[in-house]
């Protein structure tokens, strides 16, 4: 049987999608990487379905329609510039589109809604599809997220060693693989989300590059402590957050009392909230960690890079290209791993990432 998996991520910062074509014959081997930006109408109806709104059931489904022609896009994109074989391809993990995260609320297991439509993806492609990743640790009790940090400890654990692994996409999230071969793992609070919208807003483009538009301003304190004051923060593990919490909405409500600040010193606040939730969770849990890798786009953000260095003195902050894998590729990869696992009928021992009752194969699968 083939070695071969397809992992492909859409995460919450809205930037596109991340596909990773990998071998794990002999450890992990990425024979291709691709992505895809999604274009401006998909962006923003993605968007727009994080909230509620007219007809959404209707335009959800055709959301899902168009989000997996995206996919499957990068799907052939994968199989040309890496040469493989279709047939060699033994599945992909299709993560989808979070628009809702609500678990442990309402009627006790909640909810928490990816846009996907995995049979589509395997029309589409003529390859088995893994999807719907999330479901079933809501079902069991958990979080639903994250999912990561397991794939996090297969590639970057180390016997003996106690090591962080913190991925900032549009949220942020911990992996703290402890020597003892014990692990936890949580959401952090923001990661570029915030950001994004706060520098879309006020230069019209995506993302702050390189962070350089913070980096030229002063973090004002009394905002960053109003934004602190989230009661997100303080709540113990295990906890996970999407767009629903930290949205727009939950910054301009904040902003409110802030209204004289110019945009480039609310930019450089956002980028130290970002850092401090990060930094804060090491300190809290793990306060003498030697080496803390970081992964999802915002390891290319130099300036978020430093300010994380500065907040752990006695951590060596690296990016995860310096680990072995370039910061845009773990996430996909990591779904390419949990395809594995789900085609192989191996649980995962949810209770200290999560916080699910036991342990559970995650996803299910849509034959090719
Ligand atoms: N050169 C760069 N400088 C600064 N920030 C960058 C740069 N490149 C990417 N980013 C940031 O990374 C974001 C995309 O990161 P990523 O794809 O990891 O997030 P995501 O899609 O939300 O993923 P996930 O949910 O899997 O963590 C962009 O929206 C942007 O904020
Ligand atoms: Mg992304």
New binding site residues.
Partial sequence: MSERYIGL???T?L??V?GVLADFSDGLRVLGHASAPFDPRLKSELLALNQSGPDEIHRAQLAGNALMKVYAGVVHQLLATSGVALADVRAIGAHGQTVRHRPQEFDGPGYTVQLCQPALLAELTGIDVVADFRSRDVAAGGQGAPLAPFFHRALFGRAGETIGVLNI?GISNLSLLRADGSMLGFDCGPGNGLMDAWCQRHLGRPYDAEGAWAAGAVPDQKLLQTLLAEPFFAKAPPKSTGRDLFNEPWLQQRLAKFASLPPQQVQATLAELTARACSDNVMRHEPKLARLIVCG?GALNTHLMRRLQALLPGTQVVSSADAGLPPLQVEAAAFAWLARKAVRREPLDLKSTTGARGARVLGGIWPA
Avoid: C, I, P
């Fill in positions: 991520m859409s995460g910062s930037d596109g991340d996409g786009g």
